[in-house]
C-alpha cells in the first residue's frame, strides 16, 4: 500500500516552523500568526496519513481545463497541476474532476463542464496546510465552514495560501470570490481497524487505477477501497443484508457516458436492503444520480464525500425507505442535494445530520416531488430530519423545498440548525423559485 504514517515530532515541528517563516519573510509577525505559531510549536502529538493517487492518472493541462460539453474534452479524472498542496511540509496529492457552473437546465443533456481540485488525507492533532496557485492572482479567500473562523494567511507575492486545522471535516477554499477552481479538502480521522487484504468476506481494493464497471455485494460481505484506488464502475446490491462500502478509495464514474435521460449507472444503489452502511469514501463524476437506495432500512452513510456535474447528479436520495442515519457527509451535486420521496412504500425517521452541501442546481433539501409514485393507498413520509447542515453555496433553487406532487401525507418533518454562507435562489432557469424555503402541494 502506498500509505505513509508520518508521525511530527517537536523537533520536526520547530524545523517545519521556522523554515515556514523563512518562505513567508518574516510577514507571520502579525499577533494572530504569533499565536497560531505558539500553539503550533507545541504540538507534539500530531499524525498523519497521505496518499498517493494513481501515476497512470493523466495532468491536467490547459487544454483539459476548458469549460465545454463532456463531448468536447477529455472528461476524465486527472492529476491537478495548477493548485500545489502541502501538508505540515509533505505534499499531498490533488486530483482534478469535473463541476458544474450552469444554472440552466440543458435539454440534451451536455451541459458545458468546468474542473476544480480536490485533496484528501487523514489526520490527528494538527495539520498546518499551505495551498500554492502560481497562475492566480490572490485578492481574497474564503476557508468554509466559516464557524471555525480560521482566517488564512495570504502571500500575494508567492500565490500561497497557509492555515492550520485542528478538526477532521471538509474544507473548502474559495479564492476572489468565485467558486471557479475552488479547492475541497478532505481532512479525515485516521482510520481505525481497516479491513485487510484476505480478510474474511472482504473485497479488498488496493492503491491504483482500476476498471470495474459492476461490482455487485452479497449477504455480509464489505467492499474496502484502499486510500490511493480510484475504482472507475459502481457498486449495488439488492435484496442483500449486512453489507458494508468504506475506506478512504474514490469510486469514479468519469469513464461512463452521460445518461442522456436513458441509462443511468448509480454509483451506490442499494434496493431492498437491510443493514447498509457507507462510510468515508469519494465519489466522483457520476453519470446520474450519485447515492440511492429504493425500499430498504436500517441504513448508515457516514463520511462519504460527492461531487457531480452532470444532468440529474442529485447527491443522497433514498425512496420509501425506514430508519437511516446520514452524517458528516459532503455533497456538491448538480442536483437536489439530499432527497426524501416515495417510490414503492412509505419513507420514516431518516436523519440527515451535520452535513455539509454545496448546491450547483436545484434544491439543497428536498422532500418529493415524488411523494406516492407508487399510488400506494394512504402514503406517508414522516419523521424526517434535517440538522446541523451547513450550506456552502445553494446557487439556483430553494434552499429547502417540501413539494408534494402526489397525494402523499407529510408529516413530522423537521428543519433545525441549518447554516448558509451563501444563497443565490432565483438564477438561472429557476427566477421563479427566489425563496429560501418553497412548500408545494399539486392535486
Known amino acids: 500500500m502506498k500509505k505513509k504514517n508520518l508521525g511530527i515530532t517537536i523537533l520536526e515541528w520547530v524545523f517545519l516552523i521556522g523554515l515556514g517563516v523563512g518562505l513567508l519573510g518574516l510577514t507571520l509577525a502579525t499577533k494572530e500568526r504569533k499565536e497560531s505559531v505558539s500553539a503550533m510549536l507545541n504540538m507534539d502529538d500530531s499524525k498523519l496519513v497521505l496518499y498517493e493517487g494513481p501515476k497512470s492518472l493523466k495532468d491536467a493541462t490547459d487544454e483539459d481545463l476548458k469549460t465545454v460539453s463532456e463531448s468536447q474534452r477529455d472528461f476524465s479524472l486527472m492529476h491537478c497541476t495548477d493548485t500545489i498542496v502541502k501538508v505540515n511540509g509533505y505534499d499531498c496529492y490533488v486530483y482534478d474532476t469535473n463541476v458544474n457552473h450552469n444554472r440552466n437546465w440543458f435539454a440534451d443533456y451536455m451541459p458545458p463542464q468546468s474542473r476544480t481540485p480536490i485533496t484528501y488525507f487523514d489526520f490527528e492533532g494538527a495539520a498546518t496546510i499551505e495551498v500554492a496557485v502560481p497562475e492566480t492572482e490572490l485578492e481574497n479567500v474564503k476557508l468554509s465552514p466559516v464557524e471555525y473562523d480560521i482566517k488564512p494567511f495570504i502571500d500575494k507575492e508567492k500565490h500561497t495560501v497557509v492555515f492550520t486545522i485542528t478538526q477532521p471535516d471538509t474544507y473548502t477554499l474559495t479564492f476572489n470570490d468565485s467558486p471557479a477552481r475552488a479547492l475541497h479538502i478532505f481532512a479525515n480521522p485516521l ?70 435521460g436513458k441509462t443511468a ?75 426524501v420521496k416515495n417510490y414503492t412504500g412509505d419513507s420514516k425517521d431518516i436523519v440527515f445530520q451535520d452535513n455539509q452541501l454545496w448546491t450547483d442546481f ?48 407529510i408529516t413530522d418533518v423537521t428543519f433545525k440548525n441549518i447554516t448558509v454562507e451563501n444563497a443565490q435562489m432565483g438564477s438561472g432557469d429557476a427566477d421563479e423559485m427566489p425563496y429560501l424555503i418553497q412548500n408545494q402541494w399539486f392535486r
Open 191 to 260: 482510520e481505525v481497524n481497516p479491513p485487510g487484504d484476505g480478510d474474511k468476506d472482504v473485497v479488498y481494493i488496493g492503491p491504483g487505477e482500476w476498471k470495474i464497471d459492476s461490482i455487485i455485494l452479497e449477504d455480509n460481505q464489505t467492499l474496502y477501497l484502499a486510500g490511493g484506488a480510484v475504482v472507475h464502475g459502481i457498486v449495488n446490491a439488492n435484496y442483500a443484508s449486512n453489507i458494508k462500502v468504506m475506506g478512504r478509495g474514490i469510486l469514479d464514474g468519469s469513464t461512463f457516458d452521460s445518461w442522456t
Open 265 to 339: 449507472l448509480v454509483p451506490l444503489k442499494f434496493d431492498y436492503c437491510e443493514n447498509v452502511e457507507l462510510r468515508d469514501i469519494l465519489v466522483l463524476n457520476p453519470n446520474a444520480w450519485v447515492c440511492s437506495a429504493n425500499s430498504s432500512k436500517n441504513g448508515v452513510i457516514d463520511g462519504i464525500k460527492i461531487i457531480s456535474s452532470r444532468p440529474n447528479g442529485d447527491g443522497i436520495t433514498l425512496q420509501s425507505c425506514e430508519n437511516y442515519l446520514i452524517q458528516n457527509c459532503f455533497v456538491r451535486s448538480w442536483d437536489d442535494s439530499l432527497v
Open 362 to 409: 436545484a434544491q439543497s433539501m428536498e422532500i418529493g416531488y415524488e411523494t406516492n409514485k407508487g399510488k400506494k393507498e394512504n402514503a406517508v413520509i414522516s419523521g424526517i430530519t434535517f440538522e446541523n447542515i451547513t450550506v456552502l453555496n445553494n446557487f439556483h433553487k430553494p434552499v429547502i423545498s417540501v413539494h408534494n406532487a402526489d397525494d402523499a401525507t
